[in-house]
């Protein structure tokens, strides 16, 4: 679904057999499938999902790439006619004799690039570098196999614009990314991302889940940005760790959506993220466009994917038709500075009677006036005004007979309202 300025996106945990590619691709594709009967537009999975994260020294063997390679050219089959929206999946890349752990964006049949991961955690109980190299200086092209295919782009500098109707940059980082000082994720939304797609396999052990929250809402909000992430699940080896499948979608510091962990099924995450509200939000926050910085290292290759395509295209792609009613998928409430908790609510009440309290009774003593005059109708307006001019008298120890309360009384009003 793409419209009235929402994008729908999704996050997805498949069930999982390591080292399985051809069992992990078919998971994958059923999932793409879901994702498809929802109009879910861009899908993102966990980290290395094609292979399993945990594989561990097998990552070095040739039979596990290659068959990494062959899923994903299932997966990419599979996307030119069966998923009409941008899928990024992850799996391990072998690249001029080193091996990088990537994103690989797909649409239509097309393998769009590969986005290297740029930060490898190598301490406590990660120790990617015995397997991987860090991205960060890549900007290559390969191809997947060396055969005769075009080579796509391999580099961690890279934005798709999806367009259907407006343009909506979209980036990636993969896991670590985002726990670094300066996330990738900072210097994409710099260069115009509005919706950043993170491929995780972040472990669970006490606590985690809660800062992993905290993490993806505050680079939300940093970023004034979409943020969906998608993190390992269950299925994963637990010779060493435990991954709970925790997938998150934030919106400019807020939290949309987020799945519950330790599914044994799989997972899959859908939410309307609302793109002309991030747009409006940066064009008011002056701040965000003064972070640019002339000869800004971050140059991203720009990648157009259309999402408009009613008849096939050169690669036999047809987005479906749609269907009859649009549901949306976010909730929109009717009363959004209302909190809806008594005890939430309460506190906010006191809050804002604690700061009109405060600006009147600055003006009072700035103005040497110990005597107001104020209309009180009986409305819930001026109610509150005398209440906040009784709490300003209370609190600057003035009496309460320097309040003159005028009433208005007409045809209209009742004894109880006058009283």
């Not at 498809?36 to 399993?52: D, I, N, S, W």
């Amino acid at each position: 679904m793409f419209a009235h300025g929402f994008l729908r996106v999704a996050a997805a945990v498949p069930r999982l057999r390591v080292a399985d590619c051809d069992e992990n691709a078919d998971r994958i594709i059923h999932l793409l499938e879901r994702a498809e009967t929802q109009q879910a537009k861009v899908v993102v999975f966990p980290e290395l999902c094609v292979t399993g994260y945990t594989c561990g020294d097998l990552f070095h063997h040739s039979s596990l790439l290659d068959q990494a390679r062959s899923a994903l050219k299932r997966i990419m089959n599979f996307s030119r006619h069966g998923f009409s929206g941008l899928a990024v999946v992850g799996l391990p890349v072998r690249h001029r004799g080193q091996l990088y752990n990537c994103a690989a964006a797909i649409h239509a049949g097309e393998l769009l690039a590969l986005i290297p991961k740029t930060y490898l955690p190598n301490y406590q109980e990660f120790y990617e570098d015995r397997w991987f190299h860090s991205g960060a200086l890549l900007d290559e092209k390969t191809s997947l196999s060396g055969e005769v295919e075009s080579p796509v782009p391999l580099t961690p500098e890279v934005l798709f614009v999806v367009d259907s109707p407006s343009k909506v940059p979209i980036g990636v980082e993969i896991c670590e990314d985002l726990w670094v000082p300066i996330p990738p994720s900072c210097a994409m939304a710099m260069a115009g991302a509005l919706v950043i797609l993170n491929l995780s396999a972040s472990n669970d052990i006490t606590g985690k889940a809660s800062y992993r929250r905290q993490l993806v809402q505050n680079q939300s909000g940093r970023c004034i940005a979409a943020y969906v992430y998608c993190s390992a699940g269950v299925h994963e080896s637990t010779t060493d760790l435990v991954f709970g499948g925790h997938c998150l979608i934030a919106e400019n510091g807020n939290l949309l959506a987020e799945s519950s962990r330790f599914n044994r099924d799989e997972t899959l995450l859908v939410v309307d993220v609302d793109i002309d509200r991030l747009t409006t939000d940066r064009q008011r926050m002056g701040t965000f466009h003064d972070c640019r910085r002339p000869g800004d290292a971050f140059s991203p290759r720009i990648i157009p994917v259309s999402l408009r395509s009613p008849q096939p295209s050169r690669l036999g792609f047809t987005t479906p038709r749609p269907a009859d009613k649009l549901v949306l998928l976010r909730p929109i409430d009717p009363h959004p500075f209302v909190p809806k908790g008594s005890a939430e609510l309460n506190d906010r009440c006191e809050e804002i009677f604690h700061i009109q309290v405060a600006g009147l009774a600055q003006r009072l003593e700035h103005i040497g006036a110990r005597n107001v005059v104020i209309g009180v109708s009986g409305g819930l307006d001026s109610t509150l005004a005398l209440l906040v001019a009784c709490r300003t008298f209370d609190t600057l120890g003035w009496p309460r007979d320097g309040i003159h309360g005028w009433t208005l009384p007409g045809f209209g009003t009742t004894e109880r309202t006058l009283t």
